[in-house]
């Protein structure tokens, strides 16, 4: 099992910068074992995926409507993953989450940028873009 923890929110002008951190607390496996997504929830809308991490295989994948905005990275020896978001604009507010989930199937965009591939979820932290 693994505990997630979520930070790095806050308020911020459309056309500002902030860095989510996913610190993960593992017991018997490493950073390497798991994919890690990204995702968020607006208010009145369905959860939809941000981005996904595979650090053992060093591939990650983010959502076309944030490409070229959003990166995704991964810190092993201190079990975080990063999400790295400039020209934050309005229809970017929402909770963020991080989720992990141990490798079963091979990493894919077309796996691992679903919500129902993880088990295991973060609190969230809001991010709120002010027009």
């Known amino acids: 099992d693994v505990q997630l923890q979520a930070s790095g929110g806050g308020l911020v002008q459309a056309g500002g910068s902030l860095r989510l951190s996913c610190v993960m607390s593992?017991?018997?496996?490493?950073?390497?074992?798991?994919?890690i997504g990204w995702f968020r929830q607006a208010p009145g809308k369905e959860r939809e995926a941000v981005a996904c991490?595979?650090?053992?295989?060093?591939?990650?994948y983010v959502k076309v409507s944030v490409k070229g905005r959003f990166t995704v990275s991964s810190d092993d020896p201190k079990n975080t993953v990063y999400l790295q978001m400039n020209n934050l604009q309005p229809e970017d507010t929402a909770v963020y989450y991080c989720?992990?989930?141990?490798?079963?199937?091979?990493?894919?965009?077309?796996?691992?940028?679903?919500?129902?591939?993880?088990?295991?979820w973060g609190q969230g932290t809001q991010v709120t873009v002010s027009s």
């Open positions: 989720a992990a989930e141990l490798h079963i199937r091979g990493f894919s965009a077309e796996l691992y940028l679903r919500s129902e591939m993880y088990e295991d």
């Open positions: 593992l017991d018997r496996f490493s950073l390497d074992d798991y994919a």
């Open positions: 991490i595979s650090p053992r295989d060093g591939r990650s």
